[in-house]
């Protein structure tokens, strides 16, 4: 079983930047894929980044890519979102999910998920 807790949401305007972390408990942190979600009010949630147990496979949605940055650090058992550039349209509730996450963009594919930040960007 795993638990994950987010923070690091705000209110920010454009262009600026915000750093969400992501702390997991359990003992199997290391195996997991972690992704971060996020959704918008009125839409479906979608995939923002994910990156594997061994930190060098790493894939990004095509909006984030150059603007956003995910690692993590298994022995704090944590992982970051970077976010650069911020823009109105990263306005959502991000979400840390652990699990196969192969494919890296399907919901499904997560058994663990957090409670959400919320990121507000304005212009």
């Known amino acids: 079983q795993v638990q994950l807790v987010e923070s690091g949401g705000g209110l920010v305007q454009a262009g600026g930047s915000l750093r969400l972390s992501c702390v997991a408990s359990g003992r199997t942190f290391s195996r997991y894929a972690m992704g971060w979600f996020r959704q918008a009010p009125g839409k479906e949630r979608e995939f923002v980044a994910q990156?594997?147990?061994?930190?060098?496979?790493?894939y990004y949605q095509d909006s984030v890519k150059g603007r956003f940055t995910i690692s993590r650090d298994n022995a704090k058992k944590t992982v970051f979102l970077q976010m650069n550039s911020l823009e109105p349209e990263d306005t959502a509730v991000y979400y840390c999910?652990?699990?196969?996450?192969?494919?890296?963009?399907?919901?499904?594919?997560?058994?663990?998920w957090g409670q959400g930040t919320q990121v507000t960007v304005f212009s």
């Open positions: 990156v594997r147990w061994s930190s060098y496979i790493i």
């Open positions: 999910a652990a699990g196969d996450g192969s494919p890296y963009y399907d919901l499904d594919k997560y058994d663990y």
